[in-house]
């Protein structure tokens, strides 16, 4: 027994067989494929219906979310120590026999064989959305019956049990004799917060807590420690269960019509006396129940107003809502002895019935209670339980209008929706009926409605992105910024049970929002909140094997695919996506071609993470490997890295696939720079050094990865982190002899230096070096780029002469080898230098072919750096009209691609335009932006000439000390220019 019990807890393993029964003698079903549903021969290496392969290992069938839960005799061994041995295994053999049927009850796959301990798991073979919290009324209904147990054995010590719950991912898949293997820490997990547990308690990890909150009480939170899990695992010991309400101190968001629909449908009804069916269609998380909890809450005074939810757990009756609607009413709680219930009943009954019915309509309302149904055929206790409450509700509404609210309709049985259709089909009445359902509501009862007086039906959509940001920002408050709300919003896809959940979350963990911008990988994004995660887990596994596949197998694709992209993973089947449609989980466009994708970020994030490693692994490598052939290398590198996270999990020294992302990736870096994305490339290269593997084996590729960041992050005006990387790149790239990295990381070096250093001597140093790396490395291509930054170290010395030599080297290495990024910046520097020495008409037709190069070439930077220089001869010409226009372009241009020292320098012209046009406002602002840019920066070249201009300013609205102090600052400023 005590070997049996270390396996229970140290086994992260755990076998559950497809008959729901486990250990020797088990029998299971015919292996099926999880993706058609067909049955596969013994032998078989592909399924016969749909061609998926079939794993000889103990391959991973699928991820999921499941809760498990682990319940321990209290001291078995003394209990086996003052039993004889036969005795002790009948109380064992009774425990177990009690705890299954309580298990089962609660739709959990019970396992008996671990010594004294009862495992089960719960989200096998089909997740639901109240897992945890079947566990928990499992785990608490395990407990009171071991109690009962030991009386009724009496047995002369009481009988206890430790019950430990906790949900999380697994890894599912058939094991060699059928059964079916659940792997995953949360096995782990439960059983040491079983172990942990007080007798009698009921135990909960984190992540089982977050899911069942609303639903129950627990006590103080404590730590358990937890031997292999790095610390401890929080617990919290269930109380009670608990209904709360749905309700929030949240302000309702986006629903206000459908609010105000319900409003006027009471008042219909209070005014015409007939009664009004009102359903409210939505699918999880939509806010059914908030709307109408919502309503139920303004509508208090003049009506009656009866809430009920209807529970998806067995046992509580036909008639459980009104069961909880009685209770409420006439103030009943669930122990009061039956002539006490009666009482209470009779009391409300005499208050609103005819005398002579009130005795009939106590005993049929007793009825619903679960009293007095001894004896009664199922017909006829229907009949007499509906009969009592419509005559209650007759009653009521004599008085004053009456509205029963029914959330979460689509669980009741038949009797109860024939109920509610009852209530809304007769011909008086001052009664609404609010019934909150799912849309399969409609496939229970087609017809539904259709027997009502009046009947509306509405059906809640997702909410648009301005009420979606608003909810965030109401959810999160002050702690949410625009970014974050604007990305969870998104995510979400318009749910607003998803927005408070994810908002929730970030605010508990106090940190920043980590959700997936373009091209981050899912393994990357802030996790999905498990309530989310369970919600929809819930939805995909109630689909069809055959579908459920298809959703999975499209989850690969980050963003949308087309038929021929879907082709690269599984067989087309326009069919299936037609269902899914239907289903609302995939969305299309069929212009100019066909494509679909997700309704929602987030599920597609939960039908992602249901796929094995193994089979990321292996669809990512031939999506990637079918868009390297189609050319779109940029989506492959995403694709690659994707594959190369799960490869590097489930074989950390296979760098295979690792490899080839890093390369994938540092050249999807090289491509964006070369576009100027600067913040697109800055991500690529740090995901290529996340990838890169240990940094004492990098080499050169990791070493001109280094200067690609770092180039990135000083385009990006990043100066401080630019630095770091280019220093780190020209370590590396010296040890390892790369004269490519040298070259450029030392260029940007002696950029930053010159700007941000100032020291003019330093900067023409690393400049120097970088040349000669250049010229060692014989690249034309590369000499070519660093002369345009080597010809600004004269330009500061105002030696025109050799600045227009050396620029006038890098455009004909440009123009020999086609270097259109290079021709166009070279073309803007010469310019620079004509204008400068009056040669307007050669400087003019410099510019605009630098314009025309770089709009060809598609480099909008180039193209902000040309139309800057071109306004200042707008400027300088007289047309400030035409000036202003160019600056704004260029200004809107660097403030996309977040090129911040440029869009410091677009502002402060364009506040010397605005000031020379008299308006001094805005001359103001812009120089005002320009020079808190410059600061932020800590660069020395704008500063001194921005102070300036806000002198003259404040020369032009007259105020002369305002004019002096500024110019004071110029001066001081023109220090600290480089020298």
Partial sequence: MVHHRRRAVESARVAVSRTGRVGPGTYASAVTCQTCGAEIPEGAHFCPGCGTPVGSELATEERKVVTVLFADLVDSTGMAQRLDPERAREVLGAFFDASAAELTAMRGQPEKYIGDAVMAVFGLPTVREDDALRAVRAGLAIRDRTRRLGRELRLPFPLEVRVGIESGDVATGVGPVEQLLVTGPVVNAAARLQAAAEPGEVLLGETAHALTNRSLTVGPPRAV??????????????????????????????RTAELALLRDSLARVAVSGRPHLFTVLGEPGMGKSRLADEFAAVAVGEPAVLSARVQPFGGRGTFAPVADMLRALAGIDEDDPPEQVRTLLAEIVAGCC????????????????????????????????????????????????????????????QPMLDLAERLA?????RVLVVAAARPELRALRPAWGASAVNHTTIRLEPLGLADAVALVREAGGEAVDERTALRVAERAGGNPFFIVETTGMLARRRGPWLGREAGVPAQRAAPLPPTVQQVLAARLDHLSPKLRGLVRRASVFLYSFDLAELALVTEPDQGGLAALEDEEILVSERRPHPRWWFSNEALRDVAYAGLPKRERRRLHAQVADGLIAGGDLDSAAEHLEHAALASIDLDPADRTLPDRAVGALQQAGDRALR?????????????????????????AREARILAGLGEARYWRSDYTAAEEALARAEELGTSVGDPWTLANALRFRGDIELNVGGDIAAAQALLDRSLAAAEELGDPRVIARTLLFAGWIPWEREDLASAEATWRRALELADANNDRWAQARALTALSTVRWDLGEHDEGRRLIEQALRVATDLGDQFSVAAATVQLARMHRDGGDLDEAIAQ???????????????????????????????????????????????????????????????????AERRGNAAEARERMRRADEEDLRRPQ
């Fill in 425 to 429: 089909g007769r011909a008086r009445g």
């Fill in 675 to 699: 576009r100027m994305e600067i913040r697109v490339a800055a991500d690529y290269f740090e995901r290529a050094l996340a990838m890169a593997g240990a940094r004492e084996r990098w080499g």
């Fill in 354 to 413: 005819h005398p002579s019915e009130t005795d009939r309509v106590v005993a049929r309302l007793a009825l619903a209670l679960g009293f007095g149904e001894e004896g009664r055929d199922e017909s006829s206790f229907v009949q007499e339980a509906q009969s009592g409450f419509l005559s209650l509700v007759d009653g009521l509404s004599a008085l004053r209008p009456v509205v029963l609210v029914l959330d979460d309709l689509h669980l009741a049985a």
């Fill in 225 to 254: 420690e937890a031997r292999g899990f790095g610390g401890t695992l929080a617990a919290y010991p269930v109380e009670r269960l608990t209904v709360r309400s749905t309700r929030r101190t949240i302000p309702l968001v986006g």
């Fill in 887 to 953: 600056l704004d372009r260029a200004a809107g241009i660097f403030d996309d691609l977040g090129a911040r020292w440029e869009l410091a320098d677009a502002l402060g012209e364009r506040g010397d335009v605005e000031r020379r046009r008299g308006r001094l406002d805005e001359a103001e602002a812009d120089l005002q932006a320009s020079l808190r840019i410059s600061e932020e920066l800590g660069e020395r070249q704008l500063a001194g000439w921005t102070w300036r201009q806000l002198a003259k300013v």
